[in-house]
């Protein structure tokens, strides 16, 4: 198994970390990049596994080497992927798995090119995001607001992905994943196929 480069993108409460631990099993050997971020961690997040937490000064010093990938500002907070693990478990042959924003997407597909294969995952309609977010009773009405309003703009990037999985059944959606993760790694890159073609002409 070759490695890729897989991006899910869509509105909070959409079930990204639900499909990706739902499919765990059935996409090979995989790393999911696990973002740095300025903001305060919730009741229940564990540094270094939900998020990797800094102050904003650490951030910025980052910023400044050269450390990330890619980066987003996000509410008055700094949201990053730091490049080393990436470029470690690509070159072991692992399918790195990115959960970002629309711009990390941008960002993250002008870094890396052709080897990135992306899926934008939402619920059927943005009522069904709402009671979501109501439902699962993590952050106040203000932060839910603003999630929901944010919702309205990502859906207008949903023509920039590859790949749109709508999770209106988390098993149908685990079994789309699944098939796109397993033709990520068959994606080849404009390099290999330049080699191909010269080794195949010779």
Known sequence: MSSAILVLSGPSGAGKSTIIEAASSEIGDYYFSVST????????????????????????????????????????????????????ALNNGKLVIFDIDIQGHRLVREAMGDIVVSVFITPPSLKELERRLTSRATDDIEIIKRRIENAKDEIKAIGEYDYVIINDSIDLAKERFVTIAKAARLKWSREELDIFIKEWID
């Open 37 to 88: 971020t300025t903001r305060e961690s919730r009741d229940g997040e564990v540094d270094g596994v939900d998020y990797y937490f800094v102050t904003k000064e650490e951030f910025e010093e980052g910023i400044k080497r050269g450390d990330f990938l890619e980066y987003a500002k996000v509410h008055d907070n700094y949201y990053g992927t730091s490049l080393k693990p990436v470029k470690e």
